[in-house]
C-alpha cells in the first residue's frame, strides 16, 4: 500500500507540473490571444508558483519517503 500512495503521490504532482507548464508555454508562445490575462506576467508567474510547489512536493517525497 504505501508504494502504491507515493506512487499517485509523484504522478499526481507530475501531473500538475505538466498541466502548468503547458500553460506557461502558451502564454509565451500566444500571449496576445488570451484576453481574460491582461497581466501575462503575473499570470506566468502565478503558474511558476504552481510548479514549483509541486516540484517541492516531489523533492520532499524522494528525500524522506522513497
Do not use: C, P
Amino acid at each position: 500500500m504505501r508504494t502504491e500512495l507515493i506512487k499517485a503521490l509523484l504522478l499526481h504532482a507530475q501531473g500538475e507540473i505538466t498541466y502548468h507548464k503547458a500553460n506557461v508555454n502558451v502564454y509565451l508562445n500566444n500571449s496576445v490571444g488570451i484576453g481574460e490575462h491582461s497581466d501575462v506576467m503575473g499570470a506566468i508567474t502565478n503558474e511558476l508558483d504552481q510548479i514549483a510547489k509541486y516540484q517541492d512536493q516531489i523533492n520532499v517525497i524522494e528525500k524522506y519517503f522513497k
